[in-house]
């Protein structure tokens, strides 16, 4: 009598139902960085078209400085992906993470205003850097607040 086997193939991760709402939640929560990325770039070309001008001049300084889209669009990225990394943080180690997560994002949100009135700046431009910052915010946190196959 002879008897077969298969190979077994052997995981080096386990397998878990939730394998798939936690990729749906990295896919919307990147498109939510994705989007504030993109809503920035694409207010600041309709504001410098518009003519805004997005020149900053330190309070202490003579020599001014003028923002340019790649900027724009980095430290959209940068903050986008570091709000990301903190609500996975405290996902990890905190039962109230979206409710700290909100109460930090909108201290992080007010703060950042604070720069854009102590440089020197038209009114154009302070108002359409705290547009900026709104845009961020408007699409990053419903985006990233989202709970998938939960």
């Known amino acids: 009598m002879t008897t077969t086997t298969s190979p077994t193939i052997a995981r080096s991760y386990p397998v878990s139902r939730t394998d798939g709402a936690v990729s749906r939640r ?46 724009i669009a980095v430290f959209s990225l940068l903050f986008g992906l570091l709000g990301w990394a903190a609500l996975a943080l405290l996902e990890r180690f905190t039962r109230h993470a979206r409710v700290t997560w909100t109460l930090l994002a909108g201290a992080v949100l007010t703060a950042s205003f604070l720069p854009v009135f102590i440089e020197r700046a038209t009114a154009d431009t302070r108002i359409m850097l705290c547009a900026l910052h709104v845009v961020v915010a408007a699409a990053l946190l419903p985006m990233l607040r989202h709970q998938s196959g939960r």
């Open 26 to 71: 990295r896919q919307q929560r990147a498109l939510g960085v994705a989007a504030a990325v993109c809503a920035n770039s694409l207010l600041y070309l309709v504001a410098r078209a518009a003519g805004t001008d997005f020149t900053l001049t330190d309070p202490g300084a003579t020599q001014s400085h003028q923002l340019i889209l790649p900027e």
